[in-house]
């Protein structure tokens, strides 16, 4: 039983930079594996970056740039996307991987704009 809530989007010029927090209502130790996901506009979501107890991955869009981390203890994940270009504007959701239908928060909106 957890809630899954997004923050830390806005409008940042290219180039710049976020921290995106996935803050879990309940535990997230027990979960393996937890990922962020995006959704441009007229695009299917796409998985952008997952982190187990010791490893991540990112999808090659965005290797380089971002970084997945989570905290156990605090029950959060966050992504930190650095170098923004105008194709990362999307919404930003975290969740399992694989995820849950009933881990799906509103996400949060990240523009890149110039």
């Known amino acids: 039983q957890v809630q899954l809530v997004e923050s830390g989007g806005g409008v940042v010029q290219p180039g710049g930079s976020l921290r995106l927090s996935c803050e879990a209502s309940g535990s997230i130790a027990h979960i393996g594996s937890m990922a962020w996901y995006r959704q441009a506009p007229g695009q299917s979501r796409e998985w952008v970056a997952i982190?187990?107890?010791?490893?991540?991955n990112y999808a090659y869009t965005v290797r380089g740039r971002f970084t997945i981390s989570r905290d156990n203890a605090k029950n959060t994940v966050y992504l930190q996307m650095n170098s923004l270009k105008p194709e990362d504007t999307a919404v930003y959701y975290c969740?399992?991987?694989?995820?849950?239908?009933?881990?799906w928060g509103q996400g949060t909106q990240v523009t890149v704009s110039p």
């Open positions: 969740n399992s991987n694989p995820p849950r239908d009933e881990f």
């Open positions: 982190a187990t107890s010791t490893l991540t």
